[in-house]
């Protein structure tokens, strides 16, 4: 029985590294392994490295919320307390806690002939009381502050570095003499740091605020991970630093206004936002199609021609523009909406419930139930921003 789970192992692991799925007809793993400037030729091992490194650089983000990004949130006036308290009340609590934190119609309305409250207080109450359990925003403002600085620092290396890269400027050069093009220690660099991020972002979503999308991200955490491995593996290196620096662009944009968001800088974040639109727009819907998908299909296919592999990658870059078609479209609505209204419309992954002043039951005061708040920078169905080969 071992033998044969070893013999299956063994041809698991075979057609993984299939050399008939991975390289152009002609190419073995063989010849890549051979002599070559730089670091060489892209190794599947190599992208075992990325683990101590993940490691790093979350104990690094550990650092920085606590002496670099809280000193700031609190010299700039955000306070380090949650959201406001719920009045205390046992019978409330007992049904929050065990039957439901969202009561219907009917459970309402039981509640309030037990308590002798009206409906609105009540419902105020189950929503201060849901409220009480978010993060502060103080959090919120550490966690944006973190990937703002990682996505500037990213984007800054990324450009300089392709500034003096031929394809950067010629294109064409992804596929000149492929797969035997050499990795270069900046290019290898940049993509080991991509990914490490990436990997430290999954460690890190476990223990970060939990947003209504956290199965949709964690999946695109793993889908961006597994493509940028793939493409390094593939040594489709040349045109995926190209896709990486594209899509970070826009990344820190949409950080920086939500930090203007958290501070309340209301103006700030909507001039923010919408050159993010705009930023998102330009690259997502312009350059990426005819520049990025037009090399990988067209130009490729004359040069390099089609085999398994480059099917499988255009494949995904064509949905990933699709979902940039989805995604600008819901930008769009959000954008207008702050031109017309002037502010930014509410995230529909907020973290902090709001209502209106009719559901707000309060006597001779008010509370923060009266008034409701705008959360700012959108980030529609996941890191609108981010992005990668894949996007959320």
């Known amino acids: 029985m071992a033998t044969a789970a070893a013999g299956a192992l063994s041809l698991l692991w075979g057609w993984l590294w299939s050399e008939r799925f991975w390289l152009p007809q002609n190419v073995s793993w063989a010849d890549l392994e051979g002599p070559a400037d730089g670091y060489g030729y892209p190794r599947g091992q190599h992208v075992l490295s990325v683990f101590p490194l993940a490691a790093g650089i979350f104990f690094v983000r550990l650092l920085f919320e606590r002496f670099i990004a809280k000193p700031c949130a609190l010299h700039i006036g955000i306070e380090d307390s949650g959201p406001y308290q719920a009045q205390p009340n046992a019978i409330l609590e007992k049904v929050f806690i065990s039957i439901t934190k969202y009561p219907d119609k009917k459970r309402l309305e039981g509640l309030s002939k037990q308590l002798d409250w009206n409906v609105r207080k009540i419902q105020c109450w189950f929503r201060h009381r849901r409220n009480q359990d978010k993060p502060p925003t103080l959090t919120k403002f550490c966690e944006s502050m973190w990937r703002f600085t990682f996505y500037l620092f990213i984007f800054c290396y990324g450009i300089r570095f392709l500034w003096s890269s031929p394809w950067f400027w010629d294109i064409g050069q992804c596929w000149y003499n492929y797969p035997f093009q050499p990795l270069s ?41 597994g493509l940028i491995s793939f493409s390094y593996i593939n040594n489709m290196v040349r045109v995926g630093s190209l896709v990486m620096c594209l899509h970070d662009v826009s990344d820190f944009l949409l950080e920086a206004a939500k930090l203007a968001n958290y501070a309340k800088y209301q103006r700030l974040c909507d001039t923010l936002f919408v050159i993010f639109s705009a930023v998102f727009m330009v690259t997502r819907l312009g350059i990426y199609p005819f520049w990025i998908l037009n090399t990988t299909l067209f130009e490729s296919w004359e040069i390099i021609g089609p085999y398994t592999c480059w099917w499988l990658l ?50 001779g005061t008010k509370s923060p139930c009266d008034s409701s708040s705008s959360n700012g920078a959108n980030r529609v169905n996941g890191h609108m921003g981010n992005s990668y080969w894949a996007e959320e």
């Open 185 to 225: 220690s900046g290019l290898y660099y940049y993509y080991i740091m991509e990914l490490a991020f990436y990997w430290s972002l999954m460690f890190s979503q476990f223990t970060d605020i939990k947003r209504k999308d956290f199965l949709i991200m964690f999946v695109h955490h793993l889908v961006t991970i």
């Open 314 to 363: 255009n494949g995904l870059l064509v949905i990933l523009q699709v979902l940039h078609v989805i995604w600008s479209y819901l930008i769009a609505r959000i954008a207008l909406k702050a031109l017309i209204r002037g502010k930014v419309s509410k995230d529909d992954r907020s973290d902090v419930e709001s209502s209106s002043e009719e559901d707000d039951v309060t006597t």
